[in-house]
């Protein structure tokens, strides 16, 4: 039986909140500051914690952040009312909390939501990896995005300028897509991904700076092999670019923000890789591309998982449209049968391969070319606008496609 512990300065929202949980399979602890929340963590084996957000001596923030620290193998929600943005996007940012349940709370929702994040947890098999996501805090970006995107916020507040910058840095992309999407800022379809131009309007300039100047960088991507680290990093420009051309050129139509999104962070698993293993996982990398051996295969040898198992959880925790997830999950096989966003997957399965052909590394993946057959698409008739791509500037945010 999953233990769940909840605490709230006030008797009465404590109690309102227990009565939620008398029949559910959850067995409730309850505690009335964050001293007590502590004492009790450290006594009791506790799978989850939910906290108020304003309490007096210790927040519920500080109370989560200690959490993090002393128990990261615990589940972090936070109770807050709609005025504390800045905490809010603060906990966000780090990761203090995977999600919020805002006051007054309905209770079938909120049992709702305390079932599927036990459920995505539980879905991780490798728990030493569910508690690196549900404890990931920030990914580091690029010094050289990071720096372009501090001085263009700085010298104007062009918003198509600023968002080609993001996609050019799957770590940004993620950050702001993720916070976008989060209980406090989501007004729209929680099952419609968001563009990147959108998730900064809704964020605002001044929290969207605030986030990128807290936003680290990269302090290993100047070592051996570092080559592969910045083409890792910056290929999710690429790739929304070749979602968007396919689509226009092969399925003639506007493609839809789930399927840029999907584009930009299918192989967020591999930044992930890069934040937990670092120079083991960089010399495995280029390894793979010598032996003309696939990623996958190098990564499950050696660490037992692979980059689209870890970015599928990683994305799946931070309630990425489903979409998303089984693009990252599976777009090194895009035809198992699990898959159920079939044409999407089918789709970033392509743009993958032709995406790191274009970056001259060309043992990275294999082509399935079943896809071709399964969306209906010429292979011969794509390959031709592919040449055209080649010769195009694909590095340059300011080149329309």
């Given amino acids: 039986m999953k233990r769940v512990l909840l605490v709230d300065d006030e008797k009465q929202i404590l109690r309102a909140l227990s009565r939620v949980f008398l029949e559910s399979p959850y067995s409730i602890y309850t505690a009335e500051s964050?001293?007590?929340?502590?004492?009790?963590?450290?006594?009791q084996k506790i799978d989850m914690i939910v906290s108020d957000m304003r309490m007096p001596y210790m927040n519920g923030y500080q109370l989560l952040n200690k959490v993090k620290v002393r128990h990261p193998n615990i589940i972090r929600l936070l109770l807050s009312g709609y005025s504390e943005e800045n905490t809010i996007l603060k906990a966000l940012n780090e990761n203090v909390a995977k999600t919020f349940?805002?006051?007054?709370?309905?209770?079938?929702?909120?049992?709702?939501?305390?079932?599927?994040?036990?459920?995505?947890?539980?879905?991780m098999e490798n728990k030493d990896i569910a508690q690196f996501v549900n404890n990931i805090g920030t990914i580091p970006v690029l010094e050289g995005n990071h720096k372009s995107l501090l001085q263009a916020l700085e010298e104007s507040n062009n918003l198509e300028k600023i968002s080609c910058i993001v996609k050019k840095d799957q770590a940004i992309s993620a950050k702001i897509l993720r916070i976008a999407q989060s209980s406090y800022y989501q007004k729209r379809d929680k099952t419609k991904a968001l563009k990147v131009e959108e998730a900064i309007e809704d964020i605002g300039a001044k929290n969207f700076k605030m986030l990128v100047d807290k936003t680290s960088t990269c302090d290993y991507c100047h070592e051996k092999h570092s080559e592969y680290i910045r083409e890792i990093w910056t290929q999710s420009l690429i790739s929304n670019k070749l979602v968007s051309r396919f689509y226009k050129t092969m399925m003639h139509k506007q493609p839809?923000?789930?399927?840029l999104v999907a584009g930009a962070l299918h192989n967020?698993?591999?930044?992930?890789?890069?934040?937990?293993?670092?120079?083991e996982y960089l010399s495995l990398f280029a390894e793979s591309i010598k032996k003309r051996?696939?990623?996958?295969?190098?990564?499950?040898?050696?660490?037992?998982?692979?980059h689209g198992e870890i970015g599928s959880y990683l994305l799946d925790w931070w309630e990425f449209p489903h979409g998303v997830v089984e693009a990252a999950m599976y777009h090194h096989s895009p035809t198992e049968k699990a898959v159920v966003n079939k044409k999407l997957v089918h789709i970033i399965h392509l743009v993958n391969y032709y995406t790191f052909k274009l970056m001259g590394i060309e043992n990275y993946s294999r082509l399935d070319t079943e896809v071709f057959t399964k969306l209906d698409v010429s292979q011969r008739k794509w390959e031709k606008e592919f040449a055209k791509i080649k010769k195009e500037r694909w590095y340059d945010c300011e080149q329309k496609i």
């Fill in 268 to 279: 967020i698993g591999m930044l992930l890789m890069f934040k937990r293993y670092k120079m």
């Fill in 101 to 123: 349940i805002f006051k007054p709370w309905e209770n079938e929702q909120l049992l709702l939501l305390v079932d599927k994040t036990f459920k995505v947890y539980e879905s």
């Fill in 256 to 259: 839809p923000s789930l399927a």
């Fill in 293 to 306: 051996k696939t990623i996958e295969q190098k990564e499950v040898e050696l660490f037992g998982i692979s």
């Fill in 34 to 43: 964050g001293e007590e929340a502590l004492a009790i963590l450290d006594e």
